[in-house]
């Protein structure tokens, strides 16, 4: 059965067994408000006992029957991490976001900023998968940083900023090797070209100047190879794909030298 035709029979088994709840008695049983405090608080024991969903239900519920109360605010943003502490990324990302858009000068908001930037975070895959999610979480921490630089909240966000750069560089890197790999050295020049010009703080920038200057030597740009060599011995004197970029232009009776027209050296010089 797909999923389509499973949603739909359960939809009908569902149709079927409130029919027949209806049919067991003459009434249906009367809603009966609770008071505020009762409510929220049996939705803090079930997040204080891990019961999260429970306990999202329960803030829900808060809302629902006293929406104009105190508890009401509260119980929006404690829904909102309630959802996020059950893995539930989406419904506490809504949450949030609602609690945002009701309450914009609340005392608490930057928290709010803060669990939308961590549920896309925590939806992180590898390198390997689409990196929507990663920019949609790069996008948030950076809009959190932003609003709320002097917030506890931005301080972690600017770490979980360094490392998701990171990740989306990694991404054009596996990219570039793969093309590289294939023999198509201006598709691998294009996306280690993103890491040079858009993650210059990254792990990555040492390897990318030396799969540039693989590549131009491919295509025979000796001026652009020679380049991306002395800007990576530069920069990154030290590091063993320098030794590798100059071995390779050794070979080649080449030597590294910058020539300040190049994009690398433009690039390089607008963000150091």
């Known amino acids: 059965m797909n999923l389509v035709n499973q949603k739909s029979f359960l939809a009908v088994c569902l149709t079927i067994l409130m029919s027949l709840a209806a049919c067991s008695s003459d009434e249906a049983p009367e809603y009966v408000e609770r008071p505020v405090q ?13 019961n999260y969903v429970q306990a999202a239900q329960g803030f829900d519920e808060v809302e629902r029957q006293h929406p104009y109360s105190v ?13 996020y502490q059950s893995n539930q ?13 009701l309450h914009p000068g609340n005392k608490d908001v930057a928290y709010a900023y803060y669990l939308v930037a961590i ?32 917030t506890e909240y931005a ?8 490392l998701t750069k990171d990740h989306l560089a990694g991404k054009e890197m596996a990219i570039g090797r793969y ?11 294009n996306r280690y070209r993103i890491v040079i010009e858009q993650y210059q703080t990254t792990t990555h920038v040492p390897e990318a100047l030396h799969r540039l200057t693989e590549a131009y030597l491919t295509l025979g740009i000796t ?22 970029s100059y071995a390779l232009l050794d070979a080649n009776y080449l030597k590294p030298e910058a020539n300040e027209d190049s994009w690398i050296v433009k690039a390089w010089t607008s963000v150091f």
């Open 119 to 150: 549920s896309y975070y925590e939806q992180i895959t590898g390198v390997e998968r689409d990196q929507k999610v990663t920019r949609q979480a790069l996008a948030a921490l950076q809009n959190l940083v932003r609003r709320f630089p002097n």
């Open 223 to 244: 001026e652009e190879a020679k380049t991306a060599a002395a800007v990576l011995g530069y920069n990154f004197p030290g590091s063993e794909w320098y030794q590798d």
């Open 38 to 50: 009762e409510l929220y608080n049996q939705a803090l024991a079930a997040l204080n006992n891990e």
């Open 179 to 189: 093309y590289q790999s294939q023999d198509y050295p201006i598709g691998a020049i």
């Open 71 to 83: 508890w009401s605010t509260k119980a929006q943003l404690m829904s909102s991490f309630a959802y």
């Open 89 to 101: 990324y989406d419904q506490a990302i809504l949450a949030a976001e609602r609690f945002v858009e």
């Open 155 to 162: 301080r972690d966000a600017r770490l979980k900023i360094d």
